[in-house]
């Protein structure tokens, strides 16, 4: 079965803190993956996919930055952080299209980061 | 463009009360559609999805119909306890193989005992 995992839980930074966060997948292949944040009581907020290794899309224009170094491997940074940056960070992953429409995302447990 | 539109929450019930949380959706083709549930602090996860117009998805005592002359996907439940309080978010899927899905914005459920 798959399962993703996402690492720290919990993360406090000083305005102006580099960041890493890490999601990793297990039990598939050529997964396509997101990043989303889910500001305290608010939607959610895709920021960046990719459709494989080195592919990055953005979403939105912002002080973050994602990477894919390996097939099951998805990292968000940020060079400096804001207090904008604050909030709850979703990784996901669905299946590989192909022929067929890729569907049902599947969510990490989720990394809360708190810029202070 | 694609969307998605939920009613706006909180919804407060009490125990064993009847509970539906709209959905409706605009999109050009024929999306998947899907409810997914927050609990507190946690990730979301898939709760039912339906892939082609009149399916209905069900889990967990909840059901949703894929009603495409009326674009809704409105999520019902006949019975709700406390353990079913948690944040709902409808989606569509796109149109590309990238798997992208549009969501709602969420409807907090609160569920009273």
């Known amino acids: 079965s798959q399962t993703i995992h996402q690492w720290p839980a919990t993360l406090v930074q000083p305005v102006g803190s580099p960041l890493s966060l890490e999601c990793t997948v297990e039990g598939t292949s050529n997964p396509n993956l997101y990043w989303y944040r889910q500001a305290a009581g608010r939607g959610l907020q895709l920021l960046f996919y990719?459709?494989?290794?080195?592919?990055i899309s953005s979403e939105v224009p912002q002080n973050l930055s994602a990477s894919r170094p390996q097939d099951r491997q998805f990292i968000l940074s940020s060079k400096k952080l804001l207090l904008s940056d604050s909030g709850f960070y979703l990784c996901?992953?669905?299946?590989?299209?192909?022929?067929?429409?890729?569907?049902?995302?599947?969510f990490g447990p989720g990394t809360r980061l708190l810029v202070l | 463009g694609n969307s998605v539109t939920q009613m706006e929450g909180p919804v407060t019930l009490s125990e064993e009360a009847f509970l539906t949380i709209n959905c409706t959706y605009t999109?050009?083709?024929?999306?998947?559609l899907f409810w997914y549930v927050q609990y507190p602090g946690e990730g979301l996860q898939l709760l039912l999805k339906?892939?082609?117009?009149?399916d209905k998805g069900s889990n967990k005592g909840f059901e949703a119909t894929y009603r495409k002359e009326t674009t809704s996907f409105h999520l019902e439940k006949g019975s709700v306890q406390v353990s079913d309080s948690a944040v709902y978010f409808c989606?569509?899927?796109?149109?590309?193989?990238?798997?992208?899905?549009?969501f709602g914005q969420g409807t907090t459920l609160q569920v009273k005992p």
């Open positions: 339906a892939t082609k117009a009149d």
């Open positions: 999109a050009t083709g024929y999306p998947s």
């Open positions: 996901a992953w669905s299946a590989r299209g192909g022929r067929q429409r890729a569907e049902t995302q599947y």
């Open positions: 990719s459709v494989g290794i080195g592919q």
């Open positions: 989606a569509l899927s796109g149109a590309s193989n990238t798997g992208k899905l549009i």
